[in-house]
């Protein structure tokens, strides 16, 4: 099917040929502006015009011998992970049995999004103690209540944080010549976000308000439960999962993301625990998916995960694992390696999307 998008094309030529006047000023603007409030919307011309990208330093941390660089707040992305990796490392450094790793990476992460809820939102707004949570104290404290052999119903871990699954979020992984990397994770929220286009410009509108907690305690459309820190206000940007990622090994770098809504943080820790273990970046982006964010206190799981030895080893310890019946994700991986200076790039199977290599990829 050949689709053409004319309105489109002449909005990205105006972001082309003037940057972000193009869009944010101009006919463009006027455009959007004119298309929400004949639809009874409120955005006024201001809005757009004082809309500004903020450039924030990543978060950074450490597994197995890697430097992990990732998505800072407004995205829960890089903190939720890199948090449960720390909860990791401590258990001998990282080095865990396969048969307890699945066990331990859901504590870890029933934890680590549990502060989700409880500390995260847009940083313009709210002061998150991220220093504290990314810290080695902290991962000893909220290790110390796993117990090996069993798992923690999420209601022993005090305040609530909550799935349903959306579409529509879209991630490059990139590397140049030259060795520039790309980790770019974008995102309209819902399938065809708003499921609005104001006229004449092919732009379809995001519904990413629902990325906000609309109040304590109501989870959105995935299933998250916030709190005030990411209650919706004037100028505020919602917490995001998005976790584009770079993995610094000595020896290689990894670059990784997909879509998925709540479930992008797990996906890519998952994908970063194969490539702590050197695993083919075939295998990142392929293997079988589980799932848990606090609330609700399940392990979500693609339906091959069910007969699994991990699930096995789960349910012996506790663990509810349900199928949520399909496979989720759409992981695009790419890994350098320096010594031979190789790079090899996978894309997910489950979704649309390529890996390319070399003049291939030009
Ligand atoms: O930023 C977020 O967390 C959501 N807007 C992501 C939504 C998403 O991944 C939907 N696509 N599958």
Do not use: C
């Not at 990543?58 to 890199?82: C, D, E, F, K, N």
């Not at 995260?120 to 949570?133: T, Y």
């Not at 998005?242 to 990784?256: G, K, N, S, W």
Request: proline residues 6%; aromatic residues 6%; glycine residues 10%.
């Amino acid at each position: 099917t050949l689709i053409r998008q004319p309105d489109l094309a002449r909005v990205l030529e105006a972001l082309a040929e003037q940057g972000r006047d193009g869009f944010y000023q101009g006919p463009v603007a006027e455009k959007l502006v004119r298309g929400v409030r004949e639809a009874g919307g409120i955005w006024t011309k201001q809005d757009l015009n004082n809309y500004r990208v903020k450039e924030r330093a990543p978060v950074v941390g450490h597994y197995r011998g890697a430097r992990i660089v990732t998505a800072p707040p407004p995205s829960a992305g890089g903190l939720v992970m890199l948090e449960a990796l720390n909860i990791l490392n401590e258990f001998n450094g990282g080095e865990i049995s396969e048969d307890l790793l699945p066990h331990l990476t859901v504590e870890a992460w029933r934890r680590a999004y549990q502060d989700r809820g409880r500390y995260m939102g847009d940083p313009d707004f709210v002061s998150i103690p991220v220093d504290n949570l990314l810290s080695k104290s902290y991962a000893e404290q909220r290790a110390a209540s796993i117990k090996l052999d069993k798992a923690t119903p999420s209601s022993e871990l005090g305040e609530p944080v909550a799935t349903g699954e959306g579409f529509h979020t879209t991630h490059f992984s990139v590397l140049d010549g030259a060795g520039n990397r790309v980790a770019a994770t974008l995102s309209i929220n819902l399938p065809f976000g708003s499921g609005f286009m104001p006229a004449g410009t092919g732009v379809i509108l995001n519904n990413e308000m629902d990325d906000f907690s609309a109040k304590p305690g109501s989870p959105n459309a995935y299933g998250l439960v916030g709190s005030k820190a990411n209650a919706v206000a004037p100028g505020k940007r919602p917490l995001s999962s998005m976790t584009p990622t770079f993995v610094e090994f000595d020896d290689r770098v990894a670059i990784l993301g997909t879509p998925g809504g709540s479930r992008i943080i797990t996906m890519v820790m998952l994908g970063v625990l194969e490539a702590a273990n050197d695993a083919p970046v075939d295998d990142w982006v392929s293997r079988v998916r589980f799932h848990h964010q606090f609330l609700p206190d399940q392990v979500q799981a693609e339906p091959a995960f069910l007969g699994t030895e991990a699930a096995k080893s789960l349910r012996l310890r506790g663990h509810d694992v349900v199928s949520v019946d399909r496979e989720y994700g759409n992981m695009q991986a790419i890994l350098w390696r320096h010594e031979d200076n190789s790079v090899t790039a996978a894309s997910d199977p489950r979704g649309i999307g390529a890996a390319r290599v070399g003049a291939d990829a030009d």
